[in-house]
């Protein structure tokens, strides 16, 4: 099973393939728009924040 997920990109709208586990490790991931050319990324400091999160959210998952 893929952990891929899909946002919107903050700029243009258009989607962004993300994989949570790679997004927290500092991976940025591209707008698919060429024209648009954003990236979105967790900064260094929310990382452990978003870990700690993330964690809590997979545990519910399991429990459910």
Do not use: D, H, W
Request: hydrophobic fraction near 35%.
């Amino acid at each position: 099973m893929s952990n891929n997920t899909t946002i919107n990109c903050p700029a243009c709208q258009s989607p962004i393939a993300i994989e949570p586990k790679l997004l927290m490790s500092g991976f940025k991931f591209q707008c698919a728009n060429v024209k648009c050319n954003a990236s979105v990324s967790i900064s260094t400091e929310s990382r452990q924040v978003a870990k700690s999160a993330y964690g809590k959210f997979e545990q519910l998952k399991r429990e459910l």
